[in-house]
């Protein structure tokens, strides 16, 4: 059964920092594409990145470049959004899936708050 648990979300001063976290499991972490999201209150779900692991190929929404980088840890069946910068704007909950970066999305994790604070 495939599972991704996301955490790492939190309160944090705009200019700050956070980390997401998405573990999986599952599959075989070694042929995949994860992406993040989020959608805040009203709003509906932006894709923000991506990563493929067939050729390390990265994506990103225009609105977090420069801001967020996405990266993964095979031996920890883990991939990372590391988000810096952070604006009121980025206030969502976040999600991470697994599918292909810019098509389809199979499964999806349960979701981590990130709130930042002006």
């Known amino acids: 059964e495939v599972q991704l648990v996301e955490s790492g979300g939190g309160l944090v001063q705009a200019g700050g920092s956070l980390r997401l976290s998405c573990a999986a499991s599952?599959?075989?972490?070694?042929?995949?594409?994860i992406g993040w999201f989020r959608q805040a209150p009203g709003k509906e779900r932006e894709g923000v990145s991506c990563i493929s692991s067939s050729d390390g190929s990265t994506y990103y929404a225009d609105s977090v470049k420069g801001r967020f980088t996405i990266s993964s840890d095979n031996a920890k069946n883990t991939v990372y959004l590391q988000m810096n910068s952070l604006k009121p704007e980025d206030t969502a909950v976040y999600y991470c899936a697994l599918g292909a970066c810019g098509d389809e999305y199979d499964y999806w994790g349960q979701g981590t708050q990130v709130t930042v604070s002006s």
């Open positions: 599952g599959f075989t972490f070694d042929d995949y594409a």
